[in-house]
C-alpha cells in the first residue's frame, strides 16, 4: 500500500512540474512586450527577441481575458509590423531566405483592426490607427508584388485590404497615407486583379467608385462589359457603348465591341468597325482575317439566297481581305485555310444545285448538270493549292484533312483520298501526323 502511495505521489509530482512548464498567459504577454521593447532598443544586436515575441504573445491570445484587451492584438499587431518591416528591408537587401511569417503585413493589420474594435481608451485607438497607418504602405507594396507575380486572387485581397485600411483611417478622423491618386489606382488595381481572379461581383463596386469618381481610363467599361455580359446582355452593352462614346479612339474598347458582334452574329455592322479598326492598326493580320470571314459569312449568306451580285461582291472582298493578311505574313495559316474554304464553301453550294439536277435526264438537263459539275470541280482546283500548303504548315489541322480528302474523292484520286483518311483518323486517335505530305 506504502509503494503504491508514493507511486501515485511521484506521478502527481510530473504532472505538477508539467504544469509550471507551461507558460502563463499574462506572463507570455508581459515578455512578449519585453522582447518587442528590446528589439526596438537595438535591432542588430537583439533581432532573434521577434521570434520570442511572436512566440509570447501567440500564447497570451490564446488566453479568454487577455483577448478581449485590445492591448493584446495592438501588441500583436506592433510585433508583425516589426516582422513585416525587417522582411522588407532584407528584401531590398536582396536577401531571398523565406520569411517564416510571409503574411505578417497583413496579420499586423488584422491584429490592429480587432484591437481598433476593444478599445476602450484613447492610446489604445491611438496606437491601433498609427498601426495601421504604418502599414498601408507595406500592404500596398505586397499587392503589387503578388499582382506581377500574377497570383490575382491573393493581390485582389491585398489592394481590398489597403482600401478597407485607408476607409478605416478616412472613418476615424485619421489621415491616410494614401492620396486620392493612389485611391483610384488601388480601386483599380483591386478590380482588375478580382476580374482576372473570376471574382465578378466583388469587382463590380470598385469599378463603380471609379466611374463616379471620373477615374480615366477605358479599360473600367471592358471590365464592366465582361462582368455583366454573361448574366445581364443589355447591361453590358450599355457599358460598352459608354465606354465608345467616351473613348473613340481607344483600340481595346473598339476590339470588345468586334467580338461582341462577332458573338452576336451582326455581320453587317462589323464590317464598319473592322474598317475602322484597320484604319488605327493597317499592319494587324487578325484585322484582315477577320474582315474577310465576315465578308465570307455574307458571300455565303447570299448564295444561298440566290443573290448573286451579292455573293460575287462578297466573295471579292472576302478573297481580298484574306490576301491582305498574307501579304503581311505570307507563312499566316488561318489565311491560307480561309482561302481554300473560301472556294470550296462555293464548290459546295454548287454540288447542292448539282444533286438537284442529277435526276434530269433530258438533253438540256444534262447539258446543265455537265456545266455545273465542271464549275464545281473548278472551285475545288481553286481550293486545292491553298489546303495542300496548309497541310504543309500544320499537318494536324483536322479541318484541312477533312478538305483534301474530300477535294482528292471528288477528284476520283482514292489513293490520295484514302491517304489523308489515314492522317485524319491518327489525329482523332491522339496521335500526330509526324510530318507533312506536301514538302515545303
Known sequence: MKNYSLLFLFI?????????????PSRAYKKAKRALGSYNMDQNANSDKLDEAIDMIQIAAKDATLAADADTWIT????????????YRKNLMGDTVLSQYPDAARKAYEAYKKGLGLSEKKYQKTDALTGISSLIGLLNNEAITEYQLQDNETAFHSFSTVLEAHQILTKEGEKSPLEEKQVKDAMFSAAVTGMLADKKQESIPFLNSLIESKYENPYIYDLLYNAYIESDNAKAVSYLETGRKLYPEDVSLLFTEINHYLREGKMDELTGKLK?????????KSL???????YDNLFQKALEAKDNTGSETNFNLALEHYNKALSIDPGYTDAIYSIGALYYNKAAVYTQELSKLADDYSKE???KYDALKE???AEFDKALPYFQDAERIDPNDQNTLIALKEIYARKNNLELSNEFKVRLE???????????????
Open 76 to 87: 500583436m499587431g506592433a510585433i508583425m509590423l516589426e516582422i513585416a518591416n525587417s522582411d
Open 426 to 440: 491518327r489525329i482523332q486517335n491522339n496521335e500526330p501526323n509526324p510530318t507533312s505530305y506536301f514538302k515545303k
Open 365 to 367: 438537263g444534262l447539258k
Open 276 to 284: 475602322l479598326a484597320i484604319e488605327k492598326e493597317p499592319t494587324n
Open 288 to 294: 484582315y482575317l477577320t474582315l474577310g470571314n465576315v
Open 375 to 377: 464549275k464545281v470541280n
Open 12 to 24: 502527481l509530482g510530473v504532472l505538477a512540474v508539467g504544469t509550471a512548464q507551461e507558460e502563463d
